[in-house]
């Protein structure tokens, strides 16, 4: 898993009052939370049940790509080879 990923898997466990670091120089983000607090906190963490089972939302979610590999919404997106952002 890439750093990032764990970061953003990471930032779902902080809440109100956390002490955030932020150096735009080095270019990184930090927690001032023990690794234990940040275990405890994980254990407890579940996932927001879906309360949507139709419309856009509900379909967008059934099709789209974890956001770590491009959030893609088709299955062809391995093979495809063009950047149209360069054209």
Request: proline residues 2%.
């Given at each position: 898993m890439?750093?990032?990923?764990?970061?953003?898997?990471?930032?779902?466990?902080?809440?109100?009052?956390?002490?955030?670091?932020?150096?735009?120089?080095?270019?990184?983000i930090?927690?001032?939370?023990?690794?234990?607090?940040?275990?405890?906190?994980?254990?407890?963490?579940?996932?927001?049940k879906m309360n949507f089972g139709s419309g856009t939302l509900w379909k967008y979610a059934q099709t789209v790509g974890p956001a770590y590999l491009g959030a893609s919404t088709h299955p062809g997106k391995k093979k495809e080879v063009k950047v149209y952002a360069d054209i």
């Open positions: 890439s750093s990032r990923f764990i970061q953003l898997t990471t930032s779902v466990l902080l809440r109100n009052g956390d002490v955030i670091d932020i150096d735009a120089k080095k270019g990184t930090n927690v001032r939370l023990s690794k234990k607090k940040l275990a405890t906190r994980r254990k407890k963490w579940k996932p927001r």
